[in-house]
Protein backbone atom coordinates (compact mmCIF):
# COMPACT_ATOMS: atom_id res chain seq x y z
CA UNK A 1 0.00 0.00 0.00
CA UNK A 2 3.23 2.53 0.85
CA UNK A 3 3.85 1.99 -2.70
CA UNK A 4 0.45 2.62 -3.87
CA UNK A 5 0.21 5.91 -2.27
CA UNK A 6 3.80 6.85 -2.90
CA UNK A 7 2.59 6.60 -6.75
CA UNK A 8 -0.63 8.60 -6.32
CA UNK A 9 1.31 11.34 -4.33
CA UNK A 10 4.18 11.78 -6.77
CA UNK A 11 3.62 14.46 -9.23
CA UNK A 12 4.73 12.44 -12.46
CA UNK A 13 3.48 8.94 -12.08
CA UNK A 14 1.57 8.26 -15.31
CA UNK A 15 -0.57 5.12 -16.45
CA UNK A 16 2.25 2.60 -17.04
CA UNK A 17 3.53 2.78 -13.13
CA UNK A 18 0.22 2.72 -11.88
CA UNK A 19 0.30 -0.84 -14.15
CA UNK A 20 3.51 -1.63 -12.67
CA UNK A 21 2.43 -1.92 -9.34
CA UNK A 22 1.95 -4.98 -7.37
CA UNK A 23 -1.82 -5.07 -6.50
CA UNK A 24 -1.69 -6.10 -2.79
CA UNK A 25 -3.64 -9.85 -1.85
CA UNK A 26 -5.46 -8.16 0.84
CA UNK A 27 -6.59 -4.76 2.35
CA UNK A 28 -7.74 -2.84 5.42
CA UNK A 29 -11.74 -2.50 4.74
CA UNK A 30 -14.55 -1.76 7.36
CA UNK A 31 -16.94 -5.00 7.31
CA UNK A 32 -19.78 -6.20 9.44
CA UNK A 33 -19.46 -9.92 10.03
CA UNK A 34 -22.42 -12.42 9.58
CA UNK A 35 -21.98 -13.71 13.11
CA UNK A 36 -23.06 -10.38 14.48
CA UNK A 37 -26.00 -10.24 12.56
CA UNK A 38 -28.41 -10.81 15.65
CA UNK A 39 -26.62 -8.71 18.41
CA UNK A 40 -29.10 -6.00 18.57
CA UNK A 41 -31.94 -8.54 18.33
CA UNK A 42 -34.84 -7.02 21.27
CA UNK A 43 -33.23 -3.38 21.18
CA UNK A 44 -34.68 -0.37 19.90
CA UNK A 45 -33.67 1.23 16.58
CA UNK A 46 -32.07 4.10 18.77
CA UNK A 47 -30.29 1.97 21.53
CA UNK A 48 -28.38 -0.17 18.46
CA UNK A 49 -24.72 0.84 18.14
CA UNK A 50 -22.18 0.62 15.40
CA UNK A 51 -19.48 1.31 17.11
CA UNK A 52 -19.93 -2.43 17.75
CA UNK A 53 -20.86 -4.02 14.88
CA UNK A 54 -18.69 -2.05 12.13
CA UNK A 55 -15.23 -3.46 12.27
CA UNK A 56 -11.60 -2.82 10.76
CA UNK A 57 -10.28 -5.62 9.23
CA UNK A 58 -7.53 -7.24 6.67
CA UNK A 59 -9.70 -9.29 3.81
CA UNK A 60 -8.29 -10.80 0.50
CA UNK A 61 -8.19 -8.54 -2.61
CA UNK A 62 -11.27 -9.56 -4.79
CA UNK A 63 -10.65 -10.57 -8.52
CA UNK A 64 -11.67 -8.56 -10.97
CA UNK A 65 -14.07 -9.53 -13.73
CA UNK A 66 -14.71 -7.63 -17.16
CA UNK A 67 -16.02 -4.13 -17.12
CA UNK A 68 -14.60 -3.51 -13.47
CA UNK A 69 -12.34 -1.24 -12.44
CA UNK A 70 -9.69 -1.76 -9.42
CA UNK A 71 -9.48 1.76 -7.28
CA UNK A 72 -6.85 3.14 -4.49
CA UNK A 73 -9.37 4.80 -2.07
CA UNK A 74 -8.04 8.28 -0.60
CA UNK A 75 -11.03 9.11 1.06
CA UNK A 76 -15.10 7.82 1.53
CA UNK A 77 -18.05 8.93 3.51
CA UNK A 78 -20.71 7.98 5.61
CA UNK A 79 -24.21 7.56 4.11
CA UNK A 80 -27.33 6.30 5.80
CA UNK A 81 -27.56 3.37 3.97
CA UNK A 82 -23.87 2.17 6.23
CA UNK A 83 -26.12 2.74 9.24
CA UNK A 84 -28.36 0.39 8.31
CA UNK A 85 -26.08 -2.40 7.67
CA UNK A 86 -24.48 -1.26 10.73
CA UNK A 87 -27.96 -2.10 12.90
CA UNK A 88 -28.89 -4.58 10.26
CA UNK A 89 -32.20 -3.06 9.67
CA UNK A 90 -34.60 -3.97 8.32
CA UNK A 91 -32.57 -6.81 7.59
CA UNK A 92 -29.33 -8.19 7.36
CA UNK A 93 -27.76 -7.12 3.81
CA UNK A 94 -26.07 -10.82 3.91
CA UNK A 95 -29.24 -12.22 2.17
CA UNK A 96 -28.14 -9.78 -0.85
CA UNK A 97 -25.44 -11.09 -1.33
CA UNK A 98 -26.42 -14.19 -1.01
CA UNK A 99 -28.65 -13.62 -3.81
CA UNK A 100 -25.60 -11.81 -5.77
CA UNK A 101 -23.88 -15.10 -5.05
CA UNK A 102 -19.96 -15.48 -6.84
CA UNK A 103 -17.40 -13.06 -4.58
CA UNK A 104 -19.75 -11.42 -3.28
CA UNK A 105 -21.01 -13.89 -1.06
CA UNK A 106 -18.88 -14.03 2.17
CA UNK A 107 -19.08 -13.94 5.74
CA UNK A 108 -17.99 -10.28 6.02
CA UNK A 109 -19.29 -7.02 4.09
CA UNK A 110 -17.54 -4.85 3.09
CA UNK A 111 -19.16 -1.18 3.42
CA UNK A 112 -18.98 2.34 2.01
CA UNK A 113 -20.89 3.83 -0.84
CA UNK A 114 -18.82 6.60 -1.47
CA UNK A 115 -15.15 7.09 -2.43
CA UNK A 116 -12.51 9.30 -3.95
CA UNK A 117 -9.54 8.07 -5.07
CA UNK A 118 -6.95 6.26 -8.48
CA UNK A 119 -7.73 3.59 -10.76
CA UNK A 120 -5.09 0.74 -9.91
CA UNK A 121 -6.55 -1.82 -12.61
CA UNK A 122 -8.96 -2.21 -15.00
CA UNK A 123 -10.40 -5.33 -16.29
CA UNK A 124 -11.23 -6.63 -19.85
CA UNK A 125 -13.34 -4.04 -22.28
CA UNK A 126 -13.05 -1.50 -20.02
CA UNK A 127 -11.30 1.59 -22.74
CA UNK A 128 -12.72 4.88 -20.96
CA UNK A 129 -10.77 4.29 -17.84
CA UNK A 130 -7.20 3.83 -16.96
CA UNK A 131 -4.63 3.29 -14.40
CA UNK A 132 -3.69 6.51 -12.82
CA UNK A 133 -7.00 8.14 -13.28
CA UNK A 134 -8.44 10.22 -10.41
CA UNK A 135 -12.33 9.55 -9.89
CA UNK A 136 -15.16 9.73 -7.40
CA UNK A 137 -17.66 7.03 -8.14
CA UNK A 138 -21.40 6.77 -7.80
CA UNK A 139 -23.07 3.89 -5.86
CA UNK A 140 -25.73 2.48 -8.80
CA UNK A 141 -24.26 -0.81 -9.51
CA UNK A 142 -25.93 -2.35 -13.36
CA UNK A 143 -25.24 -5.02 -15.53
CA UNK A 144 -27.24 -3.53 -17.98
CA UNK A 145 -28.44 -6.83 -19.44
CA UNK A 146 -31.97 -6.53 -19.43
CA UNK A 147 -33.90 -3.98 -21.93
CA UNK A 148 -36.18 -1.81 -18.69
CA UNK A 149 -32.66 -0.61 -17.71
CA UNK A 150 -31.78 1.03 -21.27
CA UNK A 151 -34.66 3.61 -20.66
CA UNK A 152 -33.31 4.77 -16.79
CA UNK A 153 -30.68 2.49 -15.31
CA UNK A 154 -32.60 2.51 -12.06
CA UNK A 155 -35.79 0.51 -13.46
CA UNK A 156 -33.03 -2.32 -14.50
CA UNK A 157 -34.32 -5.60 -12.23
CA UNK A 158 -30.36 -6.11 -11.38
CA UNK A 159 -30.15 -2.72 -10.20
CA UNK A 160 -28.22 -2.31 -6.94
CA UNK A 161 -26.49 -0.09 -4.48
CA UNK A 162 -23.27 -0.47 -3.97
CA UNK A 163 -21.25 -1.55 -0.91
CA UNK A 164 -24.75 -1.85 0.34
CA UNK A 165 -26.23 -4.76 -1.70
CA UNK A 166 -22.87 -5.54 -3.02
CA UNK A 167 -19.40 -6.45 -1.77
CA UNK A 168 -16.21 -4.84 -1.58
CA UNK A 169 -17.19 -1.03 -0.88
CA UNK A 170 -15.42 1.95 0.02
CA UNK A 171 -14.77 2.44 2.97
CA UNK A 172 -11.15 0.40 2.36
CA UNK A 173 -7.87 1.20 1.09
CA UNK A 174 -9.16 -0.41 -1.99
CA UNK A 175 -12.58 -1.17 -3.72
CA UNK A 176 -13.72 -3.01 -6.15
CA UNK A 177 -16.59 -0.77 -8.86
CA UNK A 178 -18.36 -1.28 -12.06
CA UNK A 179 -16.52 1.03 -14.81
CA UNK A 180 -19.70 2.61 -15.38
CA UNK A 181 -19.72 3.99 -11.84
CA UNK A 182 -16.93 6.21 -12.26
CA UNK A 183 -16.79 10.27 -12.76
CA UNK A 184 -13.92 12.82 -13.28
CA UNK A 185 -12.86 13.36 -9.32
CA UNK A 186 -13.35 17.47 -8.76
CA UNK A 187 -9.68 18.90 -9.28
CA UNK A 188 -10.36 22.08 -6.75
CA UNK A 189 -11.18 19.79 -4.20
CA UNK A 190 -9.26 17.75 -1.57
CA UNK A 191 -9.36 13.47 -1.35
CA UNK A 192 -12.33 13.87 1.48
CA UNK A 193 -14.16 16.32 0.00
CA UNK A 194 -14.77 14.95 -3.33
CA UNK A 195 -15.70 11.75 -2.05
CA UNK A 196 -18.39 13.33 0.21
CA UNK A 197 -21.33 14.37 -2.76
CA UNK A 198 -21.69 11.01 -4.66
CA UNK A 199 -24.64 9.47 -3.38
CA UNK A 200 -26.41 12.08 -1.42
CA UNK A 201 -25.62 15.17 -4.27
CA UNK A 202 -26.94 12.41 -6.73
CA UNK A 203 -30.03 11.13 -5.01
CA UNK A 204 -30.53 14.98 -4.55
CA UNK A 205 -30.50 15.56 -8.01
CA UNK A 206 -32.64 13.38 -9.50
CA UNK A 207 -35.18 13.71 -5.86
CA UNK A 208 -35.69 17.48 -7.20
CA UNK A 209 -33.92 18.12 -10.18
CA UNK A 210 -34.36 15.56 -12.91
CA UNK A 211 -37.48 14.24 -14.90
CA UNK A 212 -37.54 11.20 -13.43
CA UNK A 213 -38.33 12.96 -9.67
CA UNK A 214 -39.60 16.28 -9.29
CA UNK A 215 -38.75 18.13 -12.37
CA UNK A 216 -38.70 21.40 -10.43
CA UNK A 217 -38.60 24.75 -12.34
CA UNK A 218 -37.69 28.26 -11.67
CA UNK A 219 -40.13 30.08 -9.68
CA UNK A 220 -41.11 26.66 -7.75
CA UNK A 221 -41.57 26.44 -3.92
CA UNK A 222 -39.49 23.66 -2.55
CA UNK A 223 -40.41 22.66 1.07
CA UNK A 224 -37.19 20.63 2.36
CA UNK A 225 -37.04 18.44 5.24
CA UNK A 226 -33.68 17.92 6.98
CA UNK A 227 -32.35 20.84 4.56
CA UNK A 228 -28.64 20.96 6.46
CA UNK A 229 -28.20 17.42 6.55
CA UNK A 230 -27.17 14.70 3.66
CA UNK A 231 -29.57 15.03 1.55
CA UNK A 232 -31.15 18.07 2.21
CA UNK A 233 -27.98 20.38 2.06
CA UNK A 234 -27.86 19.57 -2.06
CA UNK A 235 -31.54 19.69 -2.33
CA UNK A 236 -31.27 23.60 -1.22
CA UNK A 237 -28.34 24.24 -2.82
CA UNK A 238 -30.29 22.70 -6.11
CA UNK A 239 -33.30 24.98 -5.25
CA UNK A 240 -31.35 28.31 -5.24
CA UNK A 241 -29.07 27.84 -7.95
CA UNK A 242 -32.18 26.51 -10.07
CA UNK A 243 -34.41 30.12 -9.47
CA UNK A 244 -36.38 27.91 -7.03
CA UNK A 245 -37.82 28.88 -3.13
CA UNK A 246 -36.58 26.57 -0.55
CA UNK A 247 -38.49 26.43 1.91
CA UNK A 248 -35.84 24.79 4.81
CA UNK A 249 -36.72 23.01 7.59
CA UNK A 250 -34.14 22.12 10.05
CA UNK A 251 -33.80 20.82 14.27
CA UNK A 252 -31.76 23.61 15.56
CA UNK A 253 -30.76 27.03 15.49
CA UNK A 254 -27.20 25.76 14.49
CA UNK A 255 -28.74 24.37 11.35
CA UNK A 256 -30.73 26.85 10.70
CA UNK A 257 -27.79 29.00 10.26
CA UNK A 258 -26.21 26.82 7.43
CA UNK A 259 -29.15 27.30 5.74
CA UNK A 260 -29.07 30.76 5.91
CA UNK A 261 -25.07 30.49 4.75
CA UNK A 262 -26.24 28.98 1.61
CA UNK A 263 -28.99 31.62 0.65
CA UNK A 264 -31.78 30.26 2.05
CA UNK A 265 -34.33 32.89 3.26
CA UNK A 266 -37.48 30.76 4.49
CA UNK A 267 -36.60 28.56 7.67
CA UNK A 268 -38.56 26.75 9.88
CA UNK A 269 -36.85 25.16 13.36
CA UNK A 270 -38.95 22.64 14.06
CA UNK A 271 -38.13 21.66 17.05
CA UNK A 272 -38.16 25.30 18.28
CA UNK A 273 -41.51 26.16 17.36
CA UNK A 274 -42.79 22.61 18.39
CA UNK A 275 -43.96 20.77 15.93
CA UNK A 276 -45.53 16.86 16.97
CA UNK A 277 -47.55 15.71 13.88
CA UNK A 278 -47.67 11.96 15.92
CA UNK A 279 -49.86 12.34 19.02
CA UNK A 280 -48.61 8.90 20.49
CA UNK A 281 -47.06 5.95 18.70
CA UNK A 282 -50.47 5.03 16.32
CA UNK A 283 -52.39 8.16 15.60
CA UNK A 284 -51.31 11.65 13.57
CA UNK A 285 -52.30 15.49 14.45
CA UNK A 286 -53.91 16.99 11.56
CA UNK A 287 -53.77 20.12 13.36
CA UNK A 288 -49.99 20.37 13.55
CA UNK A 289 -50.54 19.44 9.91
CA UNK A 290 -52.23 22.97 9.38
CA UNK A 291 -50.53 24.79 11.92
CA UNK A 292 -47.02 23.91 9.93
CA UNK A 293 -48.98 24.45 6.73
CA UNK A 294 -50.16 27.96 8.08
CA UNK A 295 -46.44 28.61 8.87
CA UNK A 296 -45.11 28.07 5.48
CA UNK A 297 -47.83 30.24 3.94
CA UNK A 298 -46.94 32.90 6.19
CA UNK A 299 -42.98 32.71 4.83
CA UNK A 300 -44.16 32.64 1.55
CA UNK A 301 -46.97 34.74 0.88
CA UNK A 302 -49.18 32.64 0.81
CA UNK A 303 -48.01 29.59 -1.68
CA UNK A 304 -47.97 25.92 -0.69
CA UNK A 305 -45.35 23.66 -1.58
CA UNK A 306 -44.80 22.93 -5.72
CA UNK A 307 -42.57 20.16 -4.25
CA UNK A 308 -42.20 18.61 -0.73
CA UNK A 309 -38.52 17.20 -0.79
CA UNK A 310 -39.31 14.31 1.72
CA UNK A 311 -36.91 11.97 2.95
CA UNK A 312 -37.48 11.13 7.20
CA UNK A 313 -40.63 9.05 5.57
CA UNK A 314 -43.24 8.12 8.73
CA UNK A 315 -42.55 11.13 10.84
CA UNK A 316 -43.46 13.69 8.07
CA UNK A 317 -44.98 11.93 5.77
CA UNK A 318 -48.71 12.96 6.75
CA UNK A 319 -47.76 16.51 6.77
CA UNK A 320 -45.86 16.75 3.78
CA UNK A 321 -48.76 15.12 1.74
CA UNK A 322 -51.30 18.08 3.57
CA UNK A 323 -49.02 20.88 2.90
CA UNK A 324 -48.00 20.23 -0.87
CA UNK A 325 -50.04 22.91 -2.83
CA UNK A 326 -53.17 21.46 -5.04
CA UNK A 327 -51.20 19.29 -8.12
CA UNK A 328 -48.05 19.56 -6.53
CA UNK A 329 -45.39 16.45 -5.67
CA UNK A 330 -44.33 14.99 -2.87
CA UNK A 331 -40.66 13.10 -4.07
CA UNK A 332 -39.89 10.38 -1.47
CA UNK A 333 -36.93 8.07 -0.72
CA UNK A 334 -35.18 6.83 2.28
CA UNK A 335 -37.69 6.74 5.31
CA UNK A 336 -34.85 7.24 8.25
CA UNK A 337 -37.84 7.66 10.56
CA UNK A 338 -39.55 4.72 9.83
CA UNK A 339 -40.66 3.05 6.06
CA UNK A 340 -44.75 2.64 7.41
CA UNK A 341 -46.32 5.66 6.03
CA UNK A 342 -49.60 7.03 6.79
CA UNK A 343 -51.60 10.07 5.10
CA UNK A 344 -55.06 11.16 5.23
CA UNK A 345 -55.61 10.00 1.69
CA UNK A 346 -58.56 12.86 0.62
CA UNK A 347 -55.97 15.56 0.39
CA UNK A 348 -53.98 14.03 -1.96
CA UNK A 349 -57.03 12.29 -3.99
CA UNK A 350 -59.24 15.83 -3.88
CA UNK A 351 -56.55 17.58 -4.08
CA UNK A 352 -55.08 15.77 -7.40
CA UNK A 353 -51.31 16.05 -5.46
CA UNK A 354 -48.58 13.05 -7.18
CA UNK A 355 -46.61 10.67 -4.58
CA UNK A 356 -43.63 10.23 -6.85
CA UNK A 357 -40.68 7.64 -6.03
CA UNK A 358 -36.93 8.21 -6.18
CA UNK A 359 -34.45 5.82 -5.41
CA UNK A 360 -30.24 7.17 -6.12
CA UNK A 361 -29.74 8.12 -10.17
CA UNK A 362 -29.01 6.83 -13.00
CA UNK A 363 -25.27 7.18 -14.55
CA UNK A 364 -26.42 10.33 -16.68
CA UNK A 365 -27.85 11.70 -13.46
CA UNK A 366 -24.96 10.91 -11.68
CA UNK A 367 -22.48 12.18 -13.82
CA UNK A 368 -24.65 15.74 -14.08
CA UNK A 369 -24.32 16.19 -10.51
CA UNK A 370 -21.08 15.32 -10.42
CA UNK A 371 -20.12 17.90 -13.35
CA UNK A 372 -22.30 20.82 -11.17
CA UNK A 373 -19.74 20.09 -8.39
CA UNK A 374 -16.32 19.92 -10.62
CA UNK A 375 -17.87 23.30 -12.11
CA UNK A 376 -17.91 25.24 -8.71
CA UNK A 377 -21.55 24.93 -8.87
CA UNK A 378 -22.60 23.01 -5.88
CA UNK A 379 -20.49 22.30 -3.26
CA UNK A 380 -19.48 19.24 -0.65
CA UNK A 381 -20.75 19.69 2.70
CA UNK A 382 -18.09 17.96 4.84
CA UNK A 383 -18.39 18.94 8.30
CA UNK A 384 -16.22 16.50 10.00
CA UNK A 385 -13.79 13.57 9.02
CA UNK A 386 -12.44 11.04 10.45
CA UNK A 387 -10.27 7.74 10.02
CA UNK A 388 -11.05 4.73 8.91
CA UNK A 389 -10.49 3.21 12.62
CA UNK A 390 -12.67 5.29 13.73
CA UNK A 391 -15.60 4.53 11.35
CA UNK A 392 -17.96 3.17 13.78
CA UNK A 393 -18.00 6.52 15.77
CA UNK A 394 -19.04 8.34 12.42
CA UNK A 395 -21.69 5.85 11.79
CA UNK A 396 -22.82 6.50 15.60
CA UNK A 397 -22.83 10.28 15.15
CA UNK A 398 -24.87 10.23 11.96
CA UNK A 399 -27.29 7.65 13.50
CA UNK A 400 -28.22 10.00 16.13
CA UNK A 401 -27.90 12.60 13.77
CA UNK A 402 -25.49 14.80 15.74
CA UNK A 403 -23.68 15.74 12.86
CA UNK A 404 -24.23 18.40 9.87
CA UNK A 405 -23.71 17.55 6.32
CA UNK A 406 -22.06 15.12 5.04
CA UNK A 407 -19.31 13.31 7.61
CA UNK A 408 -15.66 11.69 5.95
CA UNK A 409 -13.68 9.27 6.22
CA UNK A 410 -9.85 8.73 5.02
CA UNK A 411 -8.71 5.80 4.06
CA UNK A 412 -5.11 5.31 2.13
CA UNK A 413 -4.81 9.54 2.59
CA UNK A 414 -2.46 10.22 5.40
CA UNK A 415 -4.36 13.47 6.44
CA UNK A 416 -6.39 16.30 5.04
CA UNK A 417 -5.98 18.60 2.86
CA UNK A 418 -4.08 16.34 0.14
CA UNK A 419 -5.85 15.95 -3.64
CA UNK A 420 -6.07 19.55 -4.79
CA UNK A 421 -4.90 20.34 -8.51
CA UNK A 422 -7.15 23.33 -9.44
CA UNK A 423 -6.07 25.72 -6.48
CA UNK A 424 -7.75 28.47 -8.86
CA UNK A 425 -11.46 27.47 -8.64
CA UNK A 426 -10.48 26.37 -5.18
CA UNK A 427 -9.93 29.95 -4.08
CA UNK A 428 -13.12 31.34 -5.59
CA UNK A 429 -15.00 28.96 -3.59
CA UNK A 430 -12.92 28.20 -0.92
CA UNK A 431 -15.62 30.09 1.86
CA UNK A 432 -18.40 27.51 -0.05
CA UNK A 433 -16.33 24.83 0.54
CA UNK A 434 -15.71 24.99 4.14
CA UNK A 435 -19.49 26.12 4.86
CA UNK A 436 -20.37 22.98 6.96
CA UNK A 437 -16.23 23.02 8.48
CA UNK A 438 -16.18 26.40 9.82
CA UNK A 439 -20.28 25.95 10.95
CA UNK A 440 -19.47 22.45 13.08
Request: proline share 5%.
Amino acid sequence: MSEILSAIESDDAVARDFEALPVPESYRAVVVEESDAEMFAGLPTRDKDPRRSLKVREVATPELAPGEALVAVMASAINYNTVWTSIFEPLPTFGFLRRLGGRHDLPYHVVGSDLAGVVLRVGPGVTVWKPGDRVVAHCLDVPLEHPDGHNDTMLDPRQRIWGFETNFGGLADLALVKANQLMPKPEHLTWEEAASPGLVNSTAYRQLVSVNGGNMKQGDTVLIWGASGGLGSYATQFALNGGATPVCVVSSPDKAEICRSMGAELIIDRSAEGYRFWKNEHEQDPREWKRFGARIRELTGGEDPDIVFEHPGRETFGASVFVARKGGKIVTCASTSGYLHQYDNRYLWMNLKHIISSHFANYREAWEANRLVAKGKIHPTLSKVYSLDETGQAAFDVHRNAHQGKVGVLCLAPSEGLGVLDHELRDRNIGAINRFRTSH
